[in-house]
């Protein structure tokens, strides 16, 4: 390798140079870093959310100040920071690229939100995000899928609301067109499989059995030697509704809410006020999600995300 000699105007020329990209680092690094749209990141690239697609994602998950928001690759931060002026729930972006980082809690300060709304770098796939009550994303198919076994482990009612993508085959509870953008919100279900002993004031003793994939249940009730399917059968977080035909043929309708190995709330009768019910699960339950997407969902989820590149 050859080293060239520079003269005092090249040196003086190379300084200046060297003291202008200082400059225009130093720029980037104090405030004035400006994402462009579809820079490339560590999973996706970026585009922003529209202002209707936020609004009706926080809408959709019925934000409210008592909530913790965690926006998972929240980019400009326009999501978590919406949270907090609009709702002023605490809020918190995890967001791969520090740059953006820096720019996100930037933002919030000038919006006002500092107090309540922060950003993190950190991969969405390794950091604790256990205590969100609402969780945003703008993610690709295949990344939904990958994250969907951590969100089944947060507790029942937690809502997830996605901007244009789906969870494979687990049904949104609740769609929405904004603009040009689709919005999808889950609730994280209680899990109400299996065999449970159901008690009430003037009901016969009943079994209870679910079978239940994600938030999606069927099943029947045992009276004795008589077997009757359980009708309508829902489940929105850990609220439990459903309706059974009693040995009398009167119809039961069942409201509560399931915690852990119990399930309680109450039971009401065409005509008569409601009395409270009970039922304890007998046994184990079995899971109601897989613990990794099947082949036919990852395959789904690579051609979604390459239509939309």
Known sequence: MTTALLGPASRRFALIALAALATMAGAQTSGNYEPQRGQAGKDVIWIPSPDE???????????KASDRVFDLGSGDGKIAIAAGRNYGARSTGLEFNPDMVQLSNRLAKEAGVADKVNFRQADIFVADF?????VTMYLLPELNLRLRPKLF???????????????????????????????????????ASGQWKLTAPGVAEAGLR????????????????????????????????FQV??????VLSFDGKVAGNRITGTVSRPGQAATPFQATREGEPSPIAERAPDP???????LAASLAR
């Open 130 to 134: 256990s205590s969100a009550t609402v």
């Open 53 to 63: 697609v936020v609004n009706r994602m926080l809408q959709m998950a019925e934000v």
């Open 153 to 191: 482990t947060m507790p029942p009612g937690t809502r997830v609301v996605s901007h244009s993508f789906t969870m494979g085959d687990w049904q949104p509870d609740e769609t929405a067109r904004a603009g040009t953008g689709e919005v999808f919100l889950w609730r994280i279900p209680a899990n």
């Open 210 to 241: 679910f079978s239940q994939k994600y938030q999606m249940l069927e099943g029947d009730a045992e009276f004795g030697p008589l077997r009757a399917s359980i009708v309508q059968p829902r489940l929105s977080g850990d609220v439990l509704r």
């Open 296 to 302: 036919a969902e990852l395959s789904s989820a690579s």
């Open 245 to 250: 035909r009693d040995p009398s043929g009167v």
